[in-house]
């Protein structure tokens, strides 16, 4: 618009110059013409000095002329560029308002309409600075804005607080200064890199807390301020993560001292996620998994095999089972390796994204083996290796019980030792107990896997023989008689030895309890020793019964 405006004004100008010129020469041409014919010239006078007057003539006619006429013209370009002037500088509110021609006009108003177009972008600048100021004076971290320089123009109270200082001492000064001597040369290198490249600058270092002159850690992501031909600065967003950066050290602290705890447990401590994905298995639990094998990132049910009172246990099944306490298990992992455990889980973040699964591993292999020897010694004699006289009341009780189901009767043997006190009293009790072990593996050599024997006292035995029958049973006594009376100890240059009284009966279901067969077997051991001891007795069932 301007530009026309300009192009109108010199075009008017120019004709009118013009306009001048050529009248001028009209004149001076005339002149001239009279003057060669005698007509205007007195004689003696030159035709140049007849044109210098009359040019001078015209020049004192039109000049004043032309200056009225370009002063009138320019009149309205003075007063649009006091209005101008004015409102620029606040002195006018009111548009400008100007005569003249329409060029001038145009340009009047296009200098309003310019002006009202800035003023609105002001005002919105303004807006947007004011909700920026706002929002960043209440914002929780630091916000600073720098110029190109890398000056600072703008900072809430947040980094105010973080550098410990007012704002009338951080405005106008450099940002980096801020940063501590150490870690300046970094920040700045890294700083010029971001910035050349147009990436967002992210980094951690520490800066001086001024009042207490103590170290911060920061966390700081600087961004350019950029329009699409130059760079107006940066604005830089400041987090203080020193107590963070405290915590985190004091959770890799514990973390280590956890690892260390972890490390030495007997225990295998896995933590696995609901897919059964291997977290973190600590020393011990690699041992269950096997030795050598990659466990990170593996999955726990396809490393081992899981069972339990020998039926499998799959993963939903023991997912589904919730926390578990103590379960005893059997593992098998892919190397072959079997191990007796006790398992624990205890599930974290249940039915999260998240969740995790803390399952503790314990070798149970030495408890079992301890409950089992226990379970052994509270069934069994401990000289002969035969169960006791609590096991072989249990057994007898139930062959008692399975005595109506079957067809042929289960029998009873009762064993009792002739001349056993000799043996103790002249060849010491570690000959007796020699001879009593000897005695037992005897007994037990000689019947069925099924049968069962026992030693029930000090120098007697018993056997129960399941569904054999009394006369087989018979023909067993009498052998094991025979064997007993040919089995003997030397010692001390002596040969010692003992013989049986056997009792025989038959276990009835009319028996109302374990006493009337053993009753009967013992009445057979005392007729034996009656007869004269190394003999076998049978009782039969009353005919009551």
């Not at 405005?171 to 200064?177: D, T």
């Not at 009792?503 to 007869?531: F, H, N, Q, V, W």
Request: charged fraction near 25%; hydrophobic fraction near 45%.
């Amino acid at each position: 618009m301007l530009r026309q405006w300009f192009s109108s004004l010199v075009n008017r100008a120019v004709v009118f110059v013009l306009t001048v010129v050529v009248l001028v020469a009209v004149i001076v041409g005339a002149v001239i013409h009279l003057a060669d014919q005698n007509r205007l010239v007195p004689g003696g006078t030159s035709t140049a000095e007849v044109m210098f007057w009359v040019v001078l003539a015209v020049i004192l006619l039109l000049g004043p002329l032309v200056f009225l006429v370009f002063r009138r013209l320019m009149a309205p370009m003075r007063d649009l560029a006091e209005q101008i002037a004015d409102r620029h500088l606040g002195l006018r509110l009111a548009p400008v308002r100007v005569g003249g021609g329409r060029e001038i006009r145009r340009v009047a108003d296009t200098f309003n309409q310019i002006l009202d177009e800035r003023n609105e972008v002001l005002d919105s600048l303004a807006e947007r600075e004011a909700f920026f100021r706002s929002l960043s004076r209440s914002a929780p971290i630091g916000i600073i804005q720098t110029d190109v320089l890398g000056r600072i123009e703008f900072v809430n109270p947040a980094f105010e607080q973080i550098m410990g200082s007012d704002p009338r001492s951080l405005i106008n000064s450099y940002l980096i200064q801020g940063v501590y001597d150490e870690d300046r040369p970094g920040a700045i290198r890294e700083w010029r890199a971001a910035l050349a490249s147009g990436k967002v600058f992210r980094g951690q270092f520490r800066v001086r807390h001024r009042p207490d002159n103590e170290l911060r850690w920061v966390d700081v992501m600087t961004a350019p301020i950029e329009t699409d031909d130059k760079s107006i600065g940066t604005i830089t967003v400041v987090r203080d993560i020193t107590h963070e950066l405290e915590v985190e050290s004091q959770l890799r602290d514990e973390q280590q001292r956890a690892d260390v705890i972890l490390g030495v447990l007997q225990e295998g401590v896995l933590m696995v996620d609901n897919r059964g994905i291997i977290r973190y298995a600590n020393r011990a639990a690699c041992t269950f998994l096997g030795a050598g094998v990659r466990w990170q990132q593996g999955n726990f049910f396809a490393l081992v095999e899981l069972a339990a009172e020998g039926e499998p246990l799959a993963r939903e099944e023991l997912l589904g089972r919730g926390d578990i306490d103590s379960l005893y298990a059997e593992l098998r992992n892919g190397r072959g390796q079997q191990f007796a455990v006790e398992l624990t889980l205890v599930r974290l973040h249940r039915g999260e994204a998240n969740e995790r699964l803390v399952v503790v591993l314990r070798d149970d292999s030495e408890r079992r083996r301890q409950e089992q020897r226990l379970s052994w010694e509270a069934t069994h004699d401990s000289l002969t290796g035969l169960l006791n006289r609590r096991a072989f009341s249990a057994a007898l009780v139930k062959w008692l019980g399975e005595a109506p189901n079957l067809v042929t009767a289960s029998v009873l043997m009762l064993i009792d030792l002739d001349h056993f006190k000799p043996v103790n009293d002249e060849g010491g009790h570690l000959l007796g107990d020699d001879l009593l072990r000897r005695l037992g593996h005897l007994f037990s050599a000689a019947v069925r896997q099924s049968d069962t024997v026992a030693r029930i006292g000090g120098d007697e035995f018993g056997i129960i023989l399941p569904a054999c029958g009394l006369e087989r049973a018979a023909a067993l006594a009498e052998k094991l008689r025979a064997e007993v009376e040919a089995l003997t100890i030397e010692s001390g240059g002596r040969v010692f030895g003992v013989t049986t009284s056997i009792g025989l009966t038959e276990l009835s279901a009319a028996d109302a309890s374990p006493r009337e067969a053993m009753a009967r077997a013992d009445e057979g051991c005392y007729a034996a020793k009656a007869r004269g001891r190394n003999t076998v007795v049978t009782v039969p069932v009353p005919p009551e019964q």
